[in-house]
């Protein structure tokens, strides 16, 4: 060091940041409850299967299913373990998309555009554009719009905004 010069000036960058943007929040728990959804579901079709399936015999009497119990049973596991993996998928997605990984952004936009589109094709092969299509298109759009504003991009590029 030489002291003709003076100290350089500390140039400081952007502050580092310990929490997520509130957009990336909303869309985090948003992530969470519907994981915690499709948990409960799998739940509730793993208890479905590990006793419903005499009544299930005995309320539905002489049909296809009633011959094969065990069939049932086995294909309501594969439907909860399903659910389960779904569930557990979202949480994960979640609480990365949270942490700021930014792949899971790209993910979550990803499926969001996907949702948005199978709701315009579905309400345009029907002939219809109802309430229900606006409320199926509401949150993906709303997601989607949260996932892209310039702090949730910059907090999963560099942890900042």
Request: charged fraction near 10%.
């Amino acid at each position: 060091m030489s002291y003709a010069y003076p100290p350089q000036p500390v140039y400081r960058s952007y502050p580092v940041r310990t929490t997520a943007p509130v957009s990336l929040h909303v869309v985090a728990v948003f992530q969470y409850l519907g994981g915690l959804l499709a948990l409960g579901l799998g739940a509730l079709l793993a208890l479905a299967a590990a006793g419903a399936a005499p009544r299930f015999e005995y309320r539905v009497g002489n049909s296809a299913f009633t011959d094969r119990p065990d069939a049932v049973t086995a294909a309501v596991v594969v439907v909860c373990g399903m659910f389960v993996l779904l569930g557990i998928t979202a949480i994960v997605l979640g609480r990365k998309v949270q942490r700021g990984r930014n792949w899971a952004r790209v993910v979550l936009t990803v499926l969001n555009s996907l949702s948005i589109a199978a709701t315009v094709w579905q309400a345009y092969t029907l002939g219809r554009f109802d309430a229900q299509a606006l409320a199926g298109i509401a949150l993906p759009v709303l997601f989607v719009v949260l996932l892209n504003t310039s702090a949730a991009r910059s907090w999963c590029r560099s942890r900042t905004y």
